[in-house]
């Protein structure tokens, strides 16, 4: 009798466990700060013989302060990005194939600083209290890893003609021992990176009119025409809970 | 101890083989929040008697698998620049002295590499953990079987390629039983090591 009073705690506390430590250890997920005061997506129409091509000129990126190659990876998130505006014709990168000079043309100059921050002392603190308790502690303590960005861009028409505009996200990826992995540093980076790039593309769509040829304004009734807008990200991002699975990692 | 000189020979004879395609190549770590390193390190347990009470000359080879995982991404912007990884050892040695016995631990571990030198990468590592020992009751400085192990020392990696590194150094070793049995005086030793490690 005692020893069935006994046992079944203990095979509940084993199997809670065995439970924690297979789904808690491996456990991570991502919050993205809120945007107070963010502007509902927009969506227009553009006659689509009257869009311009686009140039991107530079895309100058800091991390902490430090100037940083932008990654290839960050390049075509954003030139996919204003492709998928729909805003303007054909899209061309400095370096590769241009527009013809005569050819009227948007040219677009991007800088991105972004900010790391590991919590290098929390992670080793904690790191020593999973240790000290044989790990037992890995599925409760929760290791974080913050990342932000802010965008400026600096967008000229053909005929000289500036507008900036400025955008900024930032985000929390909070995770298990276990769970660690650059897939989910990457997550975080993308996740934010394609926040940040949709809030600075709606304000750029909100001037559609200072971006196509002539400035004549968008017309519902053309029969050539694209509809114009951010492409909104099909991951959710407030907050995000996902298990690891050990493939990905 | 033929067959641990055999195995080790082995690997660092294979990990020399394998590395010698990438000598030319530029060799660039790229160790990140994520990034999981398996070792297996030897090496030989050398007696410390710190006081008086202490006569045992306890020493023989040791062999030391172990997981970390990388918590940190390199953080600062001067020599000391570094990354955290915390995971676990086990621990044998073969005491040959003074009685052929055995000794087994699970030691959690926490090391800070600095990573300012690129290839070369010293650091310096704690661990601690529960140790199980047949010297115990056989000499006057422990009573009992279950014991405590406390290791703390420094050590440099130098990554043959991007994924693997050869290391060297030193631990001092601290072996008793937290008070829970008497006597405790404690054992207490240098153990220089030599091994690899794979991180992926």
Redesign the interface.
């Known amino acids: 009798m005692m020893g069935q009073t006994f046992s079944r705690p203990l095979i509940g506390g084993a199997l809670i466990m065995a439970l924690s430590l297979g789904t808690g250890c491996s456990s991570h997920w991502i919050d993205l700060a809120e945007q107070k005061g963010a502007p509902t997506p927009l969506q227009t129409t553009v006659p689509s013989d009257l869009r311009v091509p686009l140039l991107i000129e530079t895309i100058h990126t800091t991390q902490n302060g430090v100037a940083l190659a932008t990654p290839i990876a960050i390049e075509h998130q954003i030139l996919g990005a204003f492709e998928a505006t729909k805003l303007f014709s054909q899209h061309f990168q400095s370096g590769y194939a241009q527009p013809a000079t005569n050819q009227p043309h948007v040219t677009i100059r991007l800088t991105m600083n972004n900010s ?1 921050e ?3 002392g929390n ?2 603190w ?3 209290i ?3 308790s ?2 037992i502690l890995a599925p409760i303590v929760t ?1 974080d ?1 913050d990342y932000g960005t802010q965008m400026a861009l600096e967008v000229e028409r053909w005929d000289g003609q500036t507008k900036q505009y400025q955008a900024s996200s930032s985000g929390t990826a909070h995770y298990h ?2 769970a ?6 990457d997550e975080l980076k993308g996740q934010v990176t394609d926040t940040c790039l949709t809030q600075l593309l709606d304000q750029v769509i909100r001037d559609t009119p200072f971006y196509i040829a002539g400035e004549i304004a968008p017309s519902e009734t053309t029969i050539r025409s694209v509809s114009v807008g951010t492409k909104r990200s099909n991951t959710p991002v407030h907050p995000v809970s996902t298990s690891l699975e050990p493939a990905t ?1 | 101890m033929p067959l641990l000189a055999r195995v080790l020979a082995t690997s660092a004879l294979w990990t020399l083989m394998t590395a010698t395609g990438v000598q030319a190549a530029e060799v660039s770590p790229n160790i990140t929040v994520g990034t999981q390193e398996v070792g297996l390190t030897a090496g030989y347990l050398l007696p410390h008697r710190l006081t008086t009470d202490h006569t045992t000359k306890q020493q023989g080879p040791a062999i030391m698998p172990s997981w970390m995982m990388t918590i940190t991404d390199p953080v600062g912007n001067s020599w000391y620049r570094g990354q955290v990884s915390v995971g676990a050892e086990m621990v044998y040695i073969q005491f040959q002295e003074p009685f052929l016995t055995h000794g087994v631990g699970f030691t959690p571990k926490i090391k800070y590499s600095f990573v300012a030198l690129n290839r070369i990468r010293p650091y310096a590592e704690f661990a601690g953990g529960p140790f199980w020992t047949d010297l115990a009751g056989k000499i006057p400085e422990e009573s009992s079987r279950f014991n405590f192990v406390l290791t703390a020392g420094f050590g440099v990696s130098y990554f043959l390629t991007d994924q693997t590194a050869f290391n060297v150094g030193y631990r001092f070793h601290h072996i008793s039983n937290a008070g829970t049995h008497y006597p405790n005086l404690g054992l207490n030793a240098s153990l220089p090591f030599g091994g690899f490690s794979f991180f992926f």
Do not use: T, W
């Open positions: 790391v590991p919590h290098a992670a080793a904690s790191g020593f999973i240790g000290a044989m790990f290791l890893y021992l276990f660690a992995s650059q897939h989910l540093i990692r």
